[in-house]
């Protein structure tokens, strides 16, 4: 049992927030229908980058509360992306969206790119879902690789509106920023 408490400890270390505060690395994604999305297009707003797999159970329920984060915080300039690491997941994103309800966007990029995106050793194993808050001004405020530590859709949502929340702050400006530094 001791041996088990050591395991689960190791993987909840993994998994917990991470605060970041550092301009979000370019992120270049191959979104659904082909084109090319890359995350400095959003800048000024709030972004959500999640990066799942259609198989993972936990991202499977976590849809849920993305989904809801979108309708509650969308209206209000919030952006959300989902991305997978394998190519050949992409064909599985209408079955996702209809078993699911997911409605946000969704794309791929390549694995090394989630290692980079997350400043990762490509020694570490990468964890899914793990997620991204970007603010207004294009900085990662946290991090979540391996998922939130909660339970249940609604500790989850509740999780996830806090962060957002965080992100959805209006934009410095430069006059408010200079009036501060004299």
Excluded at 164 to 170: D, G, S, W, Y
Aim: proline letters at 7%.
């Amino acid at each position: 049992m001791t041996r088990i408490a050591a395991i689960l400890l190791a993987v909840l270390a993994t998994v917990q927030a991470e605060p970041v505060n550092a301009p979000a690395p370019e992120l270049v994604v191959k979104m659904e229908n082909g084109q090319i999305w890359k995350l400095s297009q959003l800048k000024g707003k709030p972004v959500l980058v999640e990066f799942f797999s259609p198989t993972c159970p936990h991202c499977q329920e976590s849809a849920a509360s993305l989904e809801k984060i979108l309708r509650n915080y969308g209206p209000k300039g919030l952006e959300i992306v989902s991305v997978v690491t394998d190519e050949t997941f992409r064909a599985q994103f209408p079955e996702f969206r209809r078993k699911y309800g997911a409605t946000y966007k969704m794309g791929s990029v390549p694995r090394d790119d989630s290692y980079r995106f997350f400043g990762l050793s490509m020694m570490k194993p990468f964890y899914v879902p793990s997620m991204a808050f970007i603010d207004r001004n294009g900085v990662m405020t946290e991090r979540f690789v391996g998922g939130m530590q909660t339970t249940g859709r609604e500790a989850e949502y509740a999780a996830l509106a806090r962060s957002v929340e965080a992100i959805m702050k209006p934009a410095a400006t430069k006059t408010a920023t200079a009036g501060k530094k004299k």
